[in-house]
């Protein structure tokens, strides 16, 4: 790998936790909007849109690694082995990064792409278009591409573009809802209404691809917890969209949120208000086969998952067990949980009796309840 050519790619550091197993294709850099209260993902970069002809660089640079693991490493052969380190040991360590990262894919099935950044479908459709098909061509392994749109941008692109996005092998969205409540999507500036959440939703089902939204369980604080549930539960009600991820929200030390939460105008939810902002939305969602997933270690009872449809008693019960626990159960079991001790209720039987007395003299220590759940919004930092 010492000639002229261009033998390394971007890879983005941001991709849903559904696509930890995929191929990263960088089409765009950062976000379009960048000002959600909450964000501070891609606070320090402006957004930028790679050209086709460098995507398709990276795209070659990429095929060709390909190449080289399935000749070199997926066969059996010693002498292939060894044909193959001798390319390893010439190549730089960026090199290395992104022939191992094609090689780990290819382990995994070689099978989904997803195209980052946070909000690549502000691209012209015509300019994805060439990408998805160029794709396609170079890595005919492919059975998945998926991206991340913002729901305003999302409601500007017609059915026809999507039927064309759809055709041209695009099979996802993902787009961070977080809330369908007018006053929670101002209140964190997300820049977009429920109204749009509504087009966008439906024109990209209407298209037969894939939707995949996220809900923020406490993002609207405690002023409007049982807002966001029930606002939500419209949209969701109205979209039917194929996945709604949980992804409790977290106020971040570097967020508009906290410097609200700093000067008293925006307060924090418990756990238990978060927890019942999901019981309230499950309750409230009507003939949907959307599944519900739990994929991220914030949400307190990450086992409260499943079909809309046919799992709602099911993860209704789930969340009524906690509640039904006494106080200071539910309270032992947040620590537990925030803590990695513990990942359901349950796992409580297995702690030591001085974790227990820990706990608990912790617990009485703290009568007031808004420190109680600032201490659970910190420890929740260190998990994102
Ligand atoms: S649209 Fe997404 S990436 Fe952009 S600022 Fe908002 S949350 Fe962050």
Known sequence: MTDERQTTYRIGPIRPPSEANSLLLQITEGCTWNRCKFCSLYRHESFKAFSVESIKKDIDVMAEYARIAQDNLMQDSPRNKRDALKILNNMTRTEQ???????????????????????????????????L????????S???????????????????????????????IHSGFESGSDRVLELINKGVTSEQEITAGRNIKAAGIELSIYFMPGIGGKSYSRENALETAKVVNAVNPDFLRIRSAVIHKDSGLWEDLMNSSFQLCSENDKLMEIRLLIENINNCKTFMVSDHIINLLQKVQGRLDLDREKMLSMTDEYFNMPEHRQKMFQYARRSGMATEPKDLELLSQDWINRITEMIQSITDEAQWDKIMNDMMINYI
């Open 97 to 131: 990064e992104c022939y191992y990262f094609i090689y780990r894919w290819l382990a995994h099935g070689g099978e989904n792409v997803f195209l980052q950044d946070g909000n690549s479908l502000a691209v012209k459709t015509e300019r994805i278009l060439e990408v």
């Open 133 to 140: 098909k160029y794709l396609r061509e170079k890595l005919p």
């Open 142 to 172: 492919i059975k998945r591409i998926t991206t991340y749109g913002r729901a305003e941008t999302l409601s500007k692109i017609s059915v026809e573009q999507y039927r064309q996005l759809k055709e041209a092998g695009l099979d996802r």
